[in-house]
C-alpha cells in the first residue's frame, strides 16, 4: 500500500488566519481525496483533489474556504482559510490505489490536528 | 450516492465476550465496503475489506465481516474480544471501483475487564 506523509502533524493557529495542510505520497495515484473529522465524529469527505484539474468539492464545502492544489501526482495541499474556531478538527488525507484483485484499496494519512483559537 | 448506517453508537462488551458491530449500506450500484479501526489519537488503520468473491472475509486482529447483499449488511464480529481492541470502528462504502468513500458515524467499542 501507499505511504503517505502528511504535515503538519497538528498546529494550533489564530482565527482569521490560514493554514495549509500537506500530503506527499510515495507513489504517483490518480485519486486523493481530503477529509475532516471534527470532534467525536466520523469521517466527512471535504473533497477530491483530482492532478491537473480543480478539485471537486462535496456538498457544503466551497473552494474559496477549502483550496486544493494538486501539481503532480504524488502531492496535494489543503488551505483552511480564514479560520474559525468551528473549523477545529483532524484534516486527512487519503489515496487510492486500484490495483489489481484485492490490492485496490484506501490509505490514510496520519491526520493534521488543527485547533484554532 | 452511497450512505452507511452504523447501528450502534456505542457497544460495551467484557473482555473475552464475542461481540458484532452492526452496519447497513445503501446504494444502487455494487460497491466495495470496509471496516476501519481508530484507536485514540491516531489515524485510520484497515481492517478488513470486501471487493468480491467470498462473502465472508476475514481480517486483521481477529476480527471478520460477512458481506450480505440482500441486506444490503456489513457486520463485523470477533469472537472474543480483547482490552486492546477498545477503539472507534468505522464502517466505510464505495461504489465498486469509482473512487471516494461514505463513512458511517462510527462505532465506539469499549471492552471492560
Known amino acids: 500500500s501507499a505511504v503517505i506523509s502528511q504535515k503538519p502533524s497538528r498546529d494550533i493557529c489564530q482565527r482569521g488566519t490560514s493554514l495549509t495542510i500537506q500530503c506527499q505520497v510515495d507513489s504517483q495515484v490518480t485519486m486523493m481525496f481530503w477529509y475532516r473529522q471534527q470532534p467525536g465524529q466520523s469521517l466527512t469527505l471535504i473533497a477530491t483533489a483530482n492532478q491537473g484539474s480543480e478539485a471537486t468539492y462535496e456538498s457544503g464545502f466551497v473552494i474559496d474556504k477549502f483550496p486544493i492544489s494538486r501539481p503532480n501526482l504524488t502531492f496535494s495541499t489543503l488551505t483552511v482559510s480564514n479560520m474559525s474556531p468551528e473549523d477545529s478538527s483532524i484534516y486527512l488525507c487519503?489515496?487510492?490505489?486500484?490495483?489489481?484483485?484485492?490490492?485496490?484499496?484506501?490509505?490514510f494519512g496520519s491526520g493534521t490536528r488543527l485547533t484554532v483559537v | 450516492a452511497q450512505s452507511v448506517t452504523q447501528l450502534d453508537s456505542q457497544v460495551p462488551v467484557f473482555e473475552e465476550a464475542p461481540v458484532e458491530l452492526r452496519c447497513n449500506y445503501s446504494?444502487?450500484?455494487?460497491?466495495?465496503l470496509f471496516w476501519y479501526v481508530q484507536y485514540p489519537n491516531q489515524g485510520l488503520q484497515l481492517l478488513l475489506k470486501?471487493?468480491?468473491?467470498?462473502?465472508l472475509v476475514k481480517g486483521i486482529n481477529g476480527f471478520e465481516a460477512e458481506f450480505n447483499k440482500s441486506q444490503t449488511s456489513f457486520h463485523l464480529r470477533k469472537p472474543s474480544v480483547h482490552i486492546s481492541d477498545t477503539a472507534e470502528y468505522f464502517c466505510a462504502v464505495s461504489a465498486a471501483n469509482a473512487g471516494k468513500s461514505t463513512f458511517g458515524d462510527g462505532t465506539t467499542l469499549t471492552v471492560k475487564p
Open positions: 446504494s444502487s450500484v455494487s460497491v466495495y
Open positions: 487519503s489515496v487510492l490505489r486500484r490495483g489489481t484483485g484485492n490490492s485496490y484499496g484506501y490509505t
Open positions: 470486501y471487493l468480491s468473491g467470498s462473502t
